[in-house]
């Protein structure tokens, strides 16, 4: 960064002065050789009054700016056209206004009040596009009308300028970080969005803004889950990494029982206290069952992050399912396959058998760049077990053949790991590394020297000849770290070729100043091995190469040599030290593991930049581990009635410019689907038709488009078909939140009631006195002339079991006026009515109320198994609706008419809806389930303790359909 | 997430610059200049590099490097795929991304990489919604825009395509003539061992659909035999439910060319290769020369005739020339490149092509160990040869009949014959 705007400043600096820019910049000179002049010519052409040629000036300077060059200069004469007519013009000086505002701050300010009018514009693509230019300004003075203009824009009614606005957050933060809070508050208003449109970009903002605040995701978790499919890609990529780590802190691990099992084996240890049985919450398994279908994009970043979740969040039998997704990675681009070999590496130290089906996907051809060839290499060593290892090492012969040196070197290295892991491939790997010592390439011989002397470590004495061997490489041999490893080997087991280690050590004296320093420390070592062991032949020897090493260049080597020379050769001087050098010289060493670079990469979240490097980088979120118990799911309920209120406005003022008239008889529908939205638990395809319907005014909802397929021609009788049995369904059935049009009944009829009227609606609240009455809410109009009195209730008749809780006395009634009350009713779950008398301070009135069956429940919610479970053993009621019309209608109208009285619950299948609510008085559960048949034809049961409850519901629910 | 974008061509020249936070100097590409260095190929370039203060993301496409950088955490497949994304645009618009090119329509690109992303985050990437922002030069308009001098790339009307939720199809489309032409391409992955059989074998397909169609129509493609098709990937215009059920491609189009699918054939259908080669190629310790003898021959090709087929070596550094006898076709030999390229043309069963001769060797030189493979290219017209056969394509929502054509191709996908 100051690096960068010191280059800025400097050139900056050279045009303010005015001198000509060519003598500064090389790069200019061949092209625009006389740049200044041009320069002149230019601000000719932007103060014409010519279109023509103003746009031709603008593509120059943004010519220039492509090409790197400065044109600061010209800002005063760019920025006056700011306001030009011409769109190309207007987008041209846009351009250049983001690229150097920065450097001529004060002139900046003049085009922001052009800015702050487009911001007002009717049009929504203007709107945006004067936000987007605006905050992409970087200009400090500017940040509070940068605020004002997203907070507005947030809660502008085109989705198109809330994503913009969403899109301008992470830009104000980074220019001024001390805005975060009210930053913040946008970006929890943004979250609450129902649009696909808005819901990637937001979480981009919370990502960069606050990816701590993760307590912000709650109430909105269920949503993304169910708008990811249609979000899109670049979208969902962040959505589904920052999903990870949101499930990471707030589900169980699913597979601990499992990891506390092999504790177990590992351990031996008595049998621990047993866990309870792990539960998958259900919203855990929402998120992998809606993210499971973008394994299928075209995109790679999506279906890599697909990959890290399930990897990261899934139960290990489910994890499988990615690898053949993966493994189609590799037909991409080179760059692509580089970064997803690198996470297969990863995964395949922990989760083998996933990949191994896929073995032969990871053979290496002769053209692939060498970072494939090798990251393949590391993934078929990965996948090695005793079962395949035969045809690996085929492969890995033919691989050592290549042209590719590096390549080779990696192969031999692998063939070391295979046979440090599978013993009974050792001896083989062995005699074929042999054989590659008499290889004519040194870089061959030198890495099968580094790779047999770590196996060697592991059985020396079997294989005193393969020593010896090469103890006579040391002639020809030149690679220092072969040369190194071959001295080490003698040095260690100089016990198994006692002849031959004297006589190398003579001649490594002889050469030992023209050694590289590695080669000198072990030529050091092996002399004092040997002076331990065999110290008649070697006394001498030692001597000479420690008077050598005493006056090397090299300090390491002095110092080595004087260390040695104490520690080995006894004086009177020297210590108790050396009394255990040979302890100490020939202890027995651990043979070398050889692990894979990518063991226990997989701290970092797999497909990020941090996991690639194997380093965290700036701006990296740490993947928190699993939570010891799980925090309350019950965070994630949403309340209905808060969000349909938010939402409702703002969609439906959306759509009101472009209304046509089919349109206009498709509110209500539209405003019901928008609820069910709202409990944000419906299946993909109900959220594809609402997110089209807010979202989209060109163009077909998905279910249109479906209802259109079936029957283009007769397309637009059947929405009124529709419409009108919507209608009559609210009618009958009554919706629930208290902002749709909640039905009223009649109670009183003002002529009956002699001036006053009474209306009851149910208002679906809890009724707080008493949790088993259903709340009635009654409206009392005096339209007389005269003022009513004590208006109360009197002689309430009830059948068995029904309870009252009567509305409070209302004491005066002024002519004209409007008052409510709320009375509760238990119905006792009947729907009997409730009789009683109204009083006024003249009259008493017979009055009656019955509520449809929809009202006696309340929804709850349940997980699929429960719901099952459940099912089992409660009585059924089925029926099958007839079919006057469409199927997938039906379905939804079913569908619907279910939902205003219990819960949707989430369910695996689209062709199946489950429904449940509990009775209010009882609470016994009521249990509805609407599936699709073959056919087109829709079956619709009801499961319930109470028979009369169920068989009603279905009869309501046919009524409404017939009508 | 994207910082900047450098365009650098082959020779190591910067020579396009767009930046969409604040600006970072062109010195940081000074890094990518160090590791180019050290790799020999250009393709050997590790595609993410990290330096001090940046992290470089780099693609080779087109003999071109598009490098990012990024400053922060970022997927970088993420950003590996978006500038393959800007690549294909750049293809789409001005028919090849070469540098010549992006030189000439400067204006359009610097145009089109600012709706593409907003300050680093993707905004516009579909390239129908793009055509109606920027509208991508035509030799009409070119002509036109010279004679009247007034040149305007950008689209009057303003993007609706953006705002609906079928980003990928832009409104009001109108076509005199409507066509849908669906190809399927198949790509054959093979591995040949010395003696003739083969280490491993599959098939990738492709369908690239070209659709030219009016207003808003939605189509549904089934196959005759969908069970064939084991891994799929999809264009976002396909709905995954209707595919999960029913094994059809239900999907509103992209006006224009694109790609529908790509579908690897599960591996229980064992791969019949449609060529066999037999090959010998060694060198001799006496005397600085090798001998090449190949010969190609149809194995299952169901009846259809091998076309424009073609064999590729790269053969050993030592190697300086080949003095070889073509039965058929003609072969080169780049003494730079040490590749071998044998032009075959069309397989003829009954007199088998072959090449023959004697290979001469850098004098002094000792003799290569290691053993050129060989790159097989062919093409079979009107032949998938998985087996896979679409039944047939329907229209709903429009009521015109458009005119619809499917088209087969097998093609050699990495076939290589080791020796």
Known sequence: MSASSAFNEEKGGSSSVGEPEYGHDPASGGIFSSDYKRHDDLKEMLDSNKDSLKLEAMKRIVAMIARGKNASDLFPAVVKNVACKNIEVKKLVYVYLVRYAEEQQDLALLSISTFQRGLKDPNQLIRASALRVLSSIRVTIIVPIMMLAIKEAASDMSPYVRKTAAHAIPKLYSLDPEQKDQLIEVIEKLLADKTTLVAGSVVMAFEEVCPERIDLIHKNYRKLCNLLIDVEEWGQVVIINMLTRYARTQFLNPNMNDEEEEEKEKKAEAPMAKRKPYVMDPDHRLLLRNTKPLLQSRNAAVVMAVAQLYFHLAPKVEVGVIAKALVRLLRSHSEVQYVVLQNVATMSIKRRGMFEPYLKSFYIRSTDPTQIKVLKLEVLTNLANETNISTILREFQTYIKSMDKDFVAATIQAIGRCATNIGEVRDTCLNGLVQLLSNRDELVVAESVVVIKKLLQMQPEKHSDIIKHMAKLTDNIQVPMARASILWLIGEYCEHVPKIAPDVLRKMAKSFTNEEDIVKLQIINLAAKLYLTNSKQTKLLTQYVLNLAKYDQNYDIRDRARFIRQLIVPTEKSGALSKYAKKLFLALKPAPVLESPFKDRDHFQLGSLSHLLNAKAGGYQELPDWPEAAPDPSVRNVEVKDSVRAVGTVTCRDRESEQSSEEEERKHQRKSDQQKSDSESESDEESDSESSQSESDDSDSEADVKKKKKDPVCNNRKHKCIDSCFNSLVLCLQNISPCSALKSYELLHRIRGEGLSVEYCFSRQPFSPDGNMVAVQMQFTNNATSEAKNLHMEDVKLQSGMRVKEFPEIELLPAGETATAVMGIDFCDSTQAANFQLCTHTRKFFVSIQPPVGELMRPVFLTENEFKKEQGELISVTCRPPTPFLSDSRFNSIRFILFCIAQNLPCGSDKECRFAGRTVTSGSLVLATVATKEGGAAQLTVNCEKMVIGTMLVKDVLLALTQ | ?419
């Open chain 2, 1 to 419: 997430m994207i910082h900047s974008l450098f365009l650098i061509n082959h020779s190591g020249d910067i020579f396009l610059e767009k930046h969409w936070k604040s600006v970072i100097s062109r010195s940081v590409c000074d890094y990518f200049f160090e590791a180019k260095e050290k790799a020999a190929e250009p393709e050997n370039v590790a595609p993410v590099l990290q330096t001090p203060h940046h992290y470089l993301i780099t693609i080779y496409r087109g003999k071109l490097f598009f490098l990012s950088v990024v400053q922060t955490e970022a997927p970088p497949l993420f950003v590996i795929e978006f500038l393959h994304r800007v690549a294909d645009i750049f293809q789409d618009y001005f028919g090849e991304c070469s540098e010549s090119v992006i030189k000439d329509n400067v204006v359009t690109v610097y145009e089109l990489l600012e709706e593409m992303l907003d300050n680093g985050f993707p905004l516009a990437t579909e390239s129908n919604v793009l055509k109606e922002m920027i509208r991508p030069p035509t030799i009409l308009r070119s002509v036109v825009n010279t004679l009247t001098g007034t040149w305007s790339n950008v689209g009057d009307t303003l993007p609706t395509g953006q705002l609906s939720n079928i980003p990928w199809r832009r409104a009001g489309v109108k076509y005199t003539n409507n066509e849908a032409y669906f190809d399927v391409i198949e790509e054959i992955d093979a591995i040949v061992d010395k003696s003739g059989t083969t280490v491993c074998a599959e098939i990738q397909g492709v369908i690239e659909a070209c659709v030219r169609l009016t207003g808003m129509p939605d189509l549904t493609l089934s196959f005759m035999n969908p069970r064939l098709l084991d891994d799929v990937s999809f264009h976002p215009c396909v709905r995954f439910k209707r595919w999960e059920s029913e094994r059809a491609l239900s999907f509103i189009p992209p006006d224009g060319n694109f790609t529908l699918m790509n579908y690897h054939v599960s591996s229980q259908n064992l791969v019949a290769l449609p060529v066999y080669v037999k090959q010998s190629i060694s060198f001799f310790d006496s005397g600085p020369c090798g001998r090449l003898d190949i010969t190609v021959g149809p194995k299952q090709t169901m009846g259809k005739t091998v076309e424009a087929l073609m064999v590729t070596i790269h053969m050993p550094k030592a190697v300086l020339s080949a003095n070889l006898t073509a039965t058929q076709g003609s072969y080169t030999y780049d003494l730079a490149t040490k590749v071998l390229v044998w032009d075959i043309g069309k397989l003829n069963p009954q007199k088998l092509p072959n090449l023959k001769g004697s290979l001469s060797l850098q004098a002094g030189a000792p003799k290569p160990e290691d053993n050129p493979s060989l790159n097989i290219d062919l093409k079979i017209q009107q032949m998938a040869i998985s087996g896979l056969k679409v039944s047939r394509l329907e229209m709903f929502g429009e009521k015109y009949k458009p005119f619809k054509g499917v088209k087969y191709l097998t093609k050699a996908g990495k076939f290589q014959v080791r020796t």
